[in-house]
């Protein structure tokens, strides 16, 4: 379970939504790659040393915040998390690759992206407005929270089962951002919503790498 950016709301933003989608794409997408290849390099490391990382990342994360009215260095933040998140995950992808195989992770790298493109489309051609579900799908996320972190000590649920709930979770949190964009930013930065959409992407990515990873080692 990732961390997800919570931004206050503030005055709306002058950019048009184009150019806004464009910058908040773009800086995902860096981001990303950025994430890749730290999750390479270090793909090696110890599940406590990438512990270690993704408390370092979360001081970042806290900083993408702070550091709003400077969007370099809100940027600037926004790729060391992203290099921290990698290092983070590096150990879970490290052990899938290893016990189902490396098809496994492009899989659920390639369903990711094509859920995102899929959920962006809906949240811009739908002619319902996603925002109106934000307080919904913040309430779920706590739950969520909540669920895993019982789940860590009684085990009452299974780890499919709860990587389906990360999902539609995750899933309701992508259209309620994408709509935010839409509607020009409610206040939030290029780099804020992007880091929201980031976070979003990563958390489905590793349900369906639990879904998927499940699924291989049944068969």
């Known amino acids: 379970m990732q961390y ?10 002058t950019v048009s939504t184009p150019s806004l989608l464009g910058q908040v794409l773009g800086i995902t997408g860096a981001g990303f790659l950025i994430t ?28 993408i915040s702070a550091t709003r009215a400077n969007p370099a260095l809100s940027l600037v933040m926004f790729y060391i998390f992203t290099f921290c998140e990698g290092i983070g995950i590096a150990p879970v992808i490290g052990a899938y690759v290893r016990n189902v195989g490396p098809g496994v992770v492009v899989n659920a790298a390639s369903t990711t992206g094509l859920g995102m493109l899929a959920l962006a489309c809906i949240a811009f051609m739908s002619s319902i407005d996603f925002r109106r579900f934000a307080g919904i799908a913040f309430f779920a996320l706590l739950g969520l929270v909540l669920i895993g972190l019982i789940s860590l000590f009684v085990h009452f649920l299974h780890p499919q089962t709860y990587a389906w ?32 959409i980031y976070l979003d992407a990563i958390n489905i990515f590793l349900a369906l790498l639990q879904i998927f990873g499940g699924s291989r080692r049944r068969d």
């Not at 997800?4 to 933003?13: D, H, K, N, W």
């Open 4 to 13: 997800r950016l919570q931004t206050p709301q503030g005055p709306l933003a």
């Open 36 to 63: 890749a290849a730290a999750a390479y390099l270090f793909q090696g490391v110890s599940y406590g040393a990438s512990l270690v990382a993704m408390l370092v990342g979360f001081g970042f994360l806290i900083a």
């Open 165 to 196: 709930l990360t999902l539609i979770v995750f899933s309701l949190l992508v259209l309620v951002d994408f709509a935010r964009i839409r509607a020009g930013g409610g206040g939030a930065t290029a780099v804020q919503l992007a880091t929201s």
